[in-house]
Each structure stands twice: as C-alpha cells, then as structure tokens.
C-alpha cells in the first residue's frame, strides 16, 4: 500500500512538470523577474544646442562631468577592469598620488589614463598641472565592474583663470566677452583645447538639417559656457550657403564654421556652438 501511495506521488509530480504524450516537453519556469525587465531599458538621449534631442549611451557609459575645485573632494566611480580617461583643464596635467599598489596613471595631452589594480581599494588622486600656481583637483577614484569611464574635470570659474595655460597660446589678459569668445573658438578650430576648458565625447548620432548632416564630435567643457564641435557633410550636387541662424537655439551664444560655410555633396566642414550650460540642463 505504502508502495502505491509513494509510485501515485511521483507519478503526479512529474505530469505536473513535463508532458510526454505526443513527444514533446513542456516545462513550468518561473516568471520573468522585474530586475531582467530594468535591464533593457532604452537608452538616455542628450541635447544638443542647435541639434535637439540626440541619441546617448547607456548610463554607465555616458561621460561624467565632474565640477571641481580647490575646497572639496570630489568622488568618482571609474571601471575595475579597464583604463578609465581622465580629461582635465590643463595642458601638462600630473597626478600626485601614494598608492602606486591600487592605481597607474599615464599621461597623453592633457588626459590622464588610470588603471586600476586588483586590490579593489578606493585611491586619493590629487592632480595639478605643469605650472606653480595652478590649482589642485581632489579626486576619490572608486573602482566598480563597469565600462571604462570618461571624466571630464571642470573647474570652477576663478580657479579656470589660474590654470591650464599652453605654450603656443593663451587667453587675453583683458576680459572683454567678445575677445575671450574669440580666442575659444580659433583654438578648438586648430585642434587645441582653450583655458580652463576640458575635452569630452559626444553621442554617435547624426541630424538631418535641410541639405545636410550634422554629427556631433566633441564638447568643450569651461567654467561659464561649453564648446560644441560638429561635422558637417553636404548632401545636394549644388553648393549649399550655411547659415549660423540655423544652429541657433535658447541658450546659444555664438556660432561659428570653419574652414568654409559653403558645401556641396560629399563634403565636410565643422561648426563650433558656445552655448550657455542652461541649453542642455548643466
């Protein structure tokens, strides 16, 4: 009886798990946890002046931009696994560091690298640039199992003007509006950073605009306003006369191509937006 009892039991427990009837298995799984459904949202856009809303990366993917300053510590998570780029607004950055074990930071133009080590320990990075006076950043670098970081180090306005200078140019002396935007844009239109400015990417996107394409390629970060740089490409057989009107947008206070404003299919010029924080929620 007891025999019976045990052989009926089993025999309900596996109908109730898989079917063999007609050949084929069915089985019971559980339903989808919430926590896989948060993991294909979709990804964050980002405005653009003169663009709109444009594409973005995922969170964890997006750069950072860190507001920093001689009067606080700023914390930082960055990838355990991979280098991590560090923008700063000086031309000859270094780092001062004590924890040679835990991190290792290289240096090319005016980004530092840092890898993180296997300890998995939290580093103090405190870093300046070439000149004696220029100010220091307090950094606290967290490593963490994610994709390697872009920082973007943005000084606060005062301590900008103190730091960052370059040997083959720097800002005017005076600080005449019209003259210090000048001096912005002939720099990022020679492929240098100004002043006080730090390098950061752009989504990879583009935007239909009449008769061309625009695709964003860098921002300059500075204290007051940033620098946006786009790649132009014309669309049309027959020359196309831009017009600065067309980037125009709340918030944006100069605009500016380089080489040429006149385009036809297949080539390419850039535009250089200096937008006020405000057009993109800074």
């Given at each position: 009886?007891?025999?019976?009892?045990?052989?009926?039991?089993?025999?309900?427990?596996?109908?109730?798990?898989?079917a063999v009837a007609d050949g084929t298995a069915?089985?019971?799984?559980?339903?989808?946890?919430?926590?896989?459904?948060?993991?294909?949202?979709?990804?964050?856009?980002?405005?653009?002046p003169g663009l709109g809303l444009m594409p973005g990366n995922k969170e964890e993917s997006r750069t950072q931009?860190?507001?920093?300053?001689?009067?606080?510590?700023?914390?930082?998570?960055?990838?355990?696994?991979?280098?991590?780029r560090i923008s700063?607004?000086?031309?000859?950055?270094?780092s001062i560091d004590q924890q040679?074990?835990?991190?290792?930071?290289?240096?090319?133009?005016?980004?530092?690298?840092?890898?993180?080590?296997p300890t998995g320990k939290p580093v103090a990075a405190y870093i300046t640039g070439a000149n004696p006076n220029d100010p220091v950043i307090s950094l606290?670098?967290?490593?963490?199992?994610?994709?390697?970081?872009?920082?973007?180090?943005?000084?606060?306005?005062?301590?900008?003007?103190?730091?960052?200078?370059s040997e083959s140019?720097?800002?005017p002396d005076n600080n005449v509006y019209t003259d210090h935007i000048r001096y912005c844009l002939r720099e990022v239109a020679l492929g240098k950073t100004p002043e006080g400015f730090s390098e950061g990417t752009l989504p990879s996107a583009a935007a239909n605009i009449g008769n061309v394409i625009a695709y964003p390629k860098v921002r300059y970060s500075g204290p007051e306003y940033d620098i946006y740089r786009y790649t132009?490409?014309?669309?049309?057989?027959?020359d196309v006369d831009l017009d600065e009107g067309t980037f125009y947008s709340e918030g944006v206070r100069a605009v500016s191509f380089f080489p040429t404003a006149t385009l036809r299919n297949g080539k390419t010029t850039e535009v250089f937006i200096v937008s006020d924080k405000s057009a993109t929620g800074d």
């Open positions: 009886m007891k025999s019976s009892a045990i052989a009926l039991i089993v025999l309900v427990s596996l109908q109730a798990t898989v069915n089985y019971n799984l559980p339903p989808v946890p919430k926590t896989v459904e948060k993991r294909t949202k979709p990804v964050e856009a980002q405005p653009l931009v860190v507001r920093v300053g001689t009067d606080r510590n700023e914390v930082v998570y960055v990838s355990s696994l991979l280098p991590n700063t607004p000086f031309a000859e950055p270094r040679a074990d835990d991190v290792e930071f290289s240096v090319v133009g005016q980004s530092l690298y840092a890898t993180m080590k606290t670098l967290v490593p963490k199992e994610m994709p390697p970081q872009t920082i973007v180090l943005q000084l606060d306005k005062a301590q900008a003007e103190t730091g960052g200078k140019g720097s800002a132009i490409l014309g669309t049309t057989p027959n």
